[in-house]
């Protein structure tokens, strides 16, 4: 059993996704240093008929990741995202904590342009990036 989701929350009822929660449920949590990291414990159903981590499981989480990251930046507002990409890198499957970490690259008016990367143990599953417009 994955025990490291100590210390992660869950969105606020403000917040609340009931895609996210039914499809993760996702976690996130801020680091001493501010960054924001976001992660979920891995489990057989977040896995395709291989048994390694469903493509759309993971391009989930890197949207939920897309908010948690800009979530200093969007304050009490709310957002919708305008664009995004990834790339699949590495397979990952069930029993495994799998992370997810980005920056805001550029953020004003009603843009916030963020990238980051999906990653279980250091090895990074997925790369993405996106745009979120300020509602």
Same mark, same amino acid.
């Given at each position: 059993?994955? *025990?490291?989701?100590? #210390? =992660?929350?869950?969105?606020?009822?403000?917040?609340?996704?009931?895609?996210?929660?039914?499809? +993760?449920?996702?976690?996130?949590?801020?680091?001493? !240093?501010?960054?924001?990291?976001?992660?979920? /414990?891995?489990? /057989?159903?977040?896995?395709?008929?291989? &048994?390694?981590?469903? #493509? +759309?499981?993971?391009?989930?989480?890197?949207? =939920?990741?897309?908010?948690?990251? /800009?979530? !200093?930046?969007?304050?009490?507002? %709310?957002?919708?995202?305008?664009?995004? %990409? %990834?790339?699949?890198?590495?397979?990952?499957?069930? #029993?495994?904590?799998?992370? &997810?970490?980005?920056?805001? *690259?550029?953020? #004003? +008016?009603?843009?916030?342009?963020?990238?980051?990367?999906?990653?279980?143990?250091?090895?990074?599953?997925? %790369?993405?990036? &996106?745009?979120?417009?300020?509602?």
């Amino acid at each position: 059993m994955i *025990t490291e989701l100590d #210390g =992660y929350q869950t969105w606020s009822t403000t917040h609340r996704d009931p895609f996210e929660d039914h499809c +993760g449920p996702f976690f996130w949590r801020k680091l001493p !240093d501010g960054t924001v990291e976001t992660a979920f /414990a891995a489990k /057989a159903h977040h896995c395709n008929g291989m &048994g390694i981590l469903h #493509g +759309g499981v993971l391009m989930s989480f890197a949207d =939920y990741s897309l908010f948690a990251i /800009a979530n !200093d930046e969007l304050g009490t507002g %709310s957002a919708v995202t305008v664009s995004f %990409s %990834s790339d699949f890198i590495a397979g990952a499957g069930p #029993g495994q904590l799998i992370k &997810g970490r980005g920056q805001i *690259t550029r953020a #004003g +008016g009603r843009l916030i342009f963020v990238r980051g990367e999906i990653f279980s143990d250091e090895r990074v599953l997925l %790369s993405f990036s &996106g745009v979120l417009m300020r509602r």
